[in-house]
């Protein structure tokens, strides 16, 4: 059964840098794009950022391009997240997900920015 | 961008009454090429992350009843449930994964009347 478990989440200041996990078992991780979506409390869901099962390319949402990375080792079979320069509105639960089709989910994993 | 927009917003349908969402998207997410549908709907409950029911418009996920069904093509698609059952309350998107940036509908809200 195909399982991503999430770690990483918290609270970070504004400004700040945090690092999102992705940890997938079950299935041949290299051969599944794998993507990063958010939902800020009490609102709808927003793609975030999406890498090819290789990792050679990769594409992001204009709200958080130029400042969030993502990135993939299949020698561990996990997608990161990487987040820099922070601000307020990138407050949500973030989720990992497998495919162009969104078929498997993470738990999901709260991030707070905020002073 | 394309844009995908629901409606309704919020919908209260009585138990074993039927239930239809509308999606359309800004653009056709209709690849001529292969004449697929790059639509996906999920369905998500409280506290929960998203569940898969279809894609490819009407391709049902493994696993879901087949009360629900989706349907549609190019800009315009529904997702119905047959027969409303209490397990069903929960919000439902709508997703094109045509081009990226991948996009969601903004949600409607299913709730037993």
């Known amino acids: 059964e195909a399982q991503l478990l999430q770690s990483g989440g918290g609270k970070v200041q504004p400004g700040g840098s945090h690092r999102l996990s992705c940890a997938a078992s079950?299935?041949?991780?290299?051969?599944?794009?794998m993507n990063w979506v958010r939902q800020a409390p009490g609102k709808g869901l927003e793609w975030v950022s999406g890498?090819?099962?290789?990792?050679?390319?990769?594409d992001y949402a204009d709200s958080v391009k130029g400042r969030f990375t993502i990135s993939r080792d299949n020698s561990k079979n996990t997608v990161y997240l990487q987040m820099n320069n922070l601000r307020a509105e990138d407050t949500a639960m973030y989720y990992c997900?497998?495919?162009?089709?969104?078929?498997?989910w993470g738990q999901g994993t709260p991030l707070t920015v905020s002073s | 961008d394309i844009v995908m927009t629901q409606s309704p917003d919020s919908l209260a349908v009585s138990l074993g009454e039927r239930a239809t969402i509308y999606c359309k998207s800004s653009?056709?997410?209709?690849?001529?090429?292969?004449?697929?549908?790059?639509l996906a709907w999920y369905q998500q409950k409280p506290g929960q992350p998203p569940k898969l029911l279809f894609y490819?418009?009407?391709i049902r996920e493994s696993g879901v009843p087949d009360r629900f069904s989706g349907s549609g093509s190019g800009t315009d698609f529904t997702l119905t449930i047959s027969s409303l059952q209490p397990e069903d309350v929960a919000v439902y998107y709508c997703q094109q994964y045509y081009i990226t940036p991948y996009s969601f509908g903004q949600g409607t809200k299913l709730e037993i009347k």
């Open positions: 079950g299935f041949t991780f290299n051969t599944y794009a």
């Open positions: 653009q056709t997410v209709l690849y001529s090429s292969n004449n697929k549908n790059y």
């Open positions: 490819w418009a009407s």
């Open positions: 997900a497998r495919g162009i089709w969104f078929e498997t």
């Open positions: 890498i090819g099962g290789s990792g050679y390319s990769a």
